[in-house]
């Protein structure tokens, strides 16, 4: 604390004189002063000085012992915090829902970084062609470089490269023009349309691709898998892994296609306590191959599943309608296609056909019908003839009993009577 010149104790003082008694001053104050008397002024400041010296220190007490750990080092046990006010609570409905349709939005309209492999398996009953198809189409409106490794269809889009796989071309050739048909865009998306005939009738390995499009040109790589083809044996390799279980390993998205209308008859069954229905090949029925209610032309259902850096996965069924020409907006100049005016993925609880108890309802009566090769039915003559039948005891049912249960016993001459009834 600092002493004003203007204290009423120093009204007196000559400060001339006391910038010529310097040494005085100091000396005086500490009480070893020896140049004789002390001005009047002095023990005034002195006594100042010791007011403003003196102070009460609050002193903290002394932790307890117990809480320290003995021996070694001296230091406090860990103990438990109360928990923040601030911590994250767990998602509501609204906000999960937003959190996943969020996650598969960020994977139909390629973003970077998003997901470097996404695996896509599909089979006869849901083909995946509306899903690539729709990949194509956003990653175009976003002028993203679209290379398609072809096996199957020869027809694309003007505006996307495709290489023909069909044709006689070797796995280093593929390599090299597919990097050469990468070097044209700053973003690609590179969608091989069966993995199977890439990696066993091409002989691609799987590790240089995804080296080439991942991590050399920082792109998303999307492979289509046929669940219904049969793996090749390879006897050399007997314990190689196989092509399917190599292509999820390595996936950070998979995503199974299914059919909207057997979803819906699934459900239905669940929802009946019975075992779900087969489709197509998995029916076991001879000549079967592709369902007739199969490739659902009202959109696709997608299983996903997210797989994070960190190892945890999140899974979500999601159904992607079909799409239409209002989706997007009018191509400027460019640009192939326009860009998307919102979002029509969404997630499968949140479809109103399939939480329809009007739908659900049809599905239950073309499941209570009998499926088989002839007729359980009763005819008019059938059922008349029924009603004619007399039962047995049939008079005992209109209630004109009341006899009470006796029971008539006739003996017959082989019968051994005896007149004394044995004593119990």
């Not at 320290?68 to 406090?76: L, P, Q």
């Not at 046990?77 to 999960?96: C, I």
């Not at 998303?220 to 399917?244: E, F, K, R």
Request: include cysteine; charge should be negative.
């Amino acid at each position: 604390m600092m002493i004003s010149a203007s204290h009423p104790a120093f009204a007196n003082v000559n400060w001339d004189k006391v910038g010529q008694l310097q040494d005085v001053v100091r000396h005086g104050i500490r009480g070893d002063i020896n140049y004789g008397d002390k001005p009047d002024w002095l023990p005034q400041l002195e006594d100042l000085r010791l007011q403003n010296a003196i102070a009460f220190v609050d002193l903290k007490k002394p932790y307890a012992s117990s809480n320290f750990v003995t021996g070694g080092i001296r230091k406090r046990r860990a103990e438990a915090r109360p928990p923040r006010k601030n911590m994250n609570r767990p998602l509501s409905l609204v906000q999960y829902q937003r959190h996943s349709i969020h996650l598969m939005s960020r994977l139909l309209n390629v973003r970077t970084n998003t997901s470097p492999f996404t695996l896509v398996l599909d089979d006869l009953n849901q083909r995946a062609a509306q899903l690539t198809e729709d990949l194509m189409r956003r990653a175009l409106s976003r002028n993203v470089n679209v290379v398609v490794v072809a096996f199957e269809s020869a027809r694309f889009h003007p505006a996307i490269h495709h290489i023909p796989a069909y044709a006689n071309l070797t796995a280093d050739q593929i390599l090299s023009e597919l990097k050469l048909a990468m070097k044209k865009g700053r973003e690609n998306l590179v969608i091989v349309d069966s993995l199977y005939e890439l990696l066993n009738d091409k002989g691609v390995d799987m590790g240089a691709l995804f080296n080439l499009v991942a991590h050399q040109f920082a792109s998303t790589l999307i492979g289509v898998y046929h669940q219904d083809m049969i793996a090749s044996q390879d006897a050399n390799n007997a314990y190689a892994p196989q092509p399917l279980k190599l292509f999820e390993y390595m996936a950070t998205t998979i995503i199974t296609c299914k059919s909207f209308a057997h979803v819906l008859a699934a459900k239905a069954a669940r929802e009946r306590s019975l075992a779900e229905p087969t489709h197509g090949l998995l029916q076991g029925a001879e000549g079967i191959v592709e369902a007739l209610d199969a490739n659902d032309n009202r959109g696709i259902v997608l299983e996903a599943e997210f797989r994070r850096k960190s190892g945890r996965s999140e899974s979500e069924t999601f159904f992607l309608r079909t799409a239409r020409p209002n989706d997007f907006n009018a191509p400027t100049h460019g640009l192939a296609v326009g860009i998307i005016k919102a979002e029509y993925v969404t997630l499968l609880d949140m479809v109103p056909s399939y939480n329809s108890q009007e739908v659900l309802g049809n599905v239950n009566a073309a499941a209570d019908e009998i499926e088989s090769t002839f007729n359980l039915a009763l005819t008019e003559k059938q059922k008349l003839a029924r009603e004619g039948v007399v039962l047995p005891y049939f008079d005992a049912q209109k209630g004109e009993g009341g006899e009470g249960g006796r029971i008539l016993y006739d003996m017959g001459e082989e019968d051994d009577f005896d007149e004394e009834e044995d004593e119990i």
